[in-house]
């Protein structure tokens, strides 16, 4: 079974980067026999990026820090707590 990794990040090239990582990783690093990324370019706001983890239902999200108006932290907590998803590394 795959595992679903959803990187939001505005950076286009990083989430190219990112990506390219991931998949040069899996297997028995990760855990996982194959992976299936998905990318997201969150809007101002971040609520898109909420919308659109509870519809992709990722087992990793890699999230950006930095948005001008909702901190990357402000958006990991609301998406954890729309979610089944948990922190890992921040706070």
């Known amino acids: 079974m795959a595992t679903r990794v959803l990187i939001i990040d505005a950076n286009a090239f990083f989430r190219a980067g990112v990506r390219e990582a991931l998949l040069k990783q899996s297997g028995p690093l990760i855990g996982s026999e194959s992976l299936d990324i998905v ?20 087992a990793v999200v890699l999230l950006d ?20 998803l948990v922190p890992a590394g921040g706070e």
Do not use: D, N, W
Not at 40 to 56: D, F, L, N
Not at 68 to 80: A, D
């Open 39 to 58: 990318e997201h370019e969150p809007g101002q706001a971040g609520e898109e990026a909420i919308r659109y983890v509870a519809t992709t239902s990722p």
């Open 65 to 84: 820090l930095t948005y001008p108006f909702l901190t990357g932290l402000e958006l990991c907590r609301k998406i954890c707590r729309s979610s089944r």
